[in-house]
C-alpha cells in the first residue's frame, strides 16, 4: 500500500486573511505524541484573534494550520477531545485530516460521542460552566444574570446555573431573536438597550447575586448598580470592548467581588472533570448547545461564519469516521 505523503488541511498564509484549503505533509509523531485523525473541529475567538494578529501571543510562523481544540480518533480508535500543547497557538493546529497531538493534550470519550457537540463543549463550554460551579460558586438560592447569553459561553453558563441550584436565572443579550433560541436555557430573557437595570431587576425578582459577564462594557456598569450586597460579577470576555469605567461606589459600598475567569487558570483535573461532565449531560439531552456544522472544503464561509458571531461554529475535517 502507497503511503500517503500528505493530508488536507485548512491553511492560513496572511495574518488578517482567511485560511484557504490545502494541503500539508503527512504529520510524524514526535515522542510523547500521537498522530490522530481528526473528526470536528471548533471556531473560537482564539484563533480568530490569533489569525487577525491580535492575539497576546503572537501566531505560529506563517503558513500555519489553526484550531486549537478537536475531537479526534486515536491509533486505537478511541474517541478523544485534544487541546492544547501550542496546538494552534505556537505550532501548526488541529484544522486538518490528521494532526500529531501531544499524549498529555488528549482527554478521552466515551464511544458514540458527537465530535461536533462534544468539540463545542470544550473552550467555549468549559468557559461557561467553570465561571459559574468554580469561580463563582453558584449554589441553591442564588439569582444569576448572564451577560451575553446568545454565545456559546453564555448558553452553558445559564445552564449550568441551572444544575447548581439558582433560584432563577436571566439571561441578557442584543439580540431578540437569539434570546428565542431553544437552546437559550432561562427563566426570564431580557433584550439590552434602554433602562436595562430597571428591566433585568424586574425579570429577576431580586437582586442578582452572581453576574457572569462576557461583555465589558456598560451592560456590567448597570449591573453592577442593581447587584445584591456580597454579589460575585465574573468577567470571563470582551465583546463590547477591552475597557470600560468601572464606578468605585457600587464595588465599595455592596462589597462585590469583582472576578476574572480565564480557563488557563483552572487546575487540569478539575478541567477533564467538568468537560467529561458536560459531555455526559449532553449525550443524555440534559445540556444542548447548538452548532453550525461545515465540511472543511468550505473553510474560508466558516472563517467569517463565526466573525460574524453565527452559532458555535464547528468544522468537520473528513478524518476517519
Known sequence: MTAKCAVRAAVLEAIGAEPVLGERPEPVAADGEEVV?????????????????????GHPVLPYVPGHEAVVRRPSGALAYASGGGLGVARDGLLAERAAVPVNALIDLPAGTDPGIAVALGTAGLAGWLSVEWRAGVGEGDVVVVLGATG????????????????????????AARLAAADVVADATVEAGDRLAERVLEAAGAAPTVVIDTTWGPNLVAMLGIAATRARVVHLGASAGPATEIPSAPLRGKQIDLLGFSNFGVPRDVLVAAYRQMVGLAASGALVLSV??????????????????????????????
Open 37 to 57: 485523525d481528526v473528526l470536528a473541529v471548533a471556531l473560537n475567538p482564539v484563533d480568530l484573534a490569533i489569525g487577525g494578529g491580535r492575539f497576546y501571543a
Open 152 to 175: 456559546a459561553v453564555g448558553k452553558v453558563a445559564l445552564q449550568a446555573a441551572r444544575a447548581c441550584g439558582a433560584a432563577r436565572t436571566v439571561a441578557v443579550a442584543r439580540s
Open 292 to 321: 453550525s456544522r461545515y465540511p472543511i472544503g468550505r473553510v474560508a464561509e466558516a472563517w467569517r461564519a463565526a466573525t460574524a458571531g453565527e452559532a458555535k461554529v464547528v468544522i468537520e475535517t473528513g478524518g476517519s469516521q
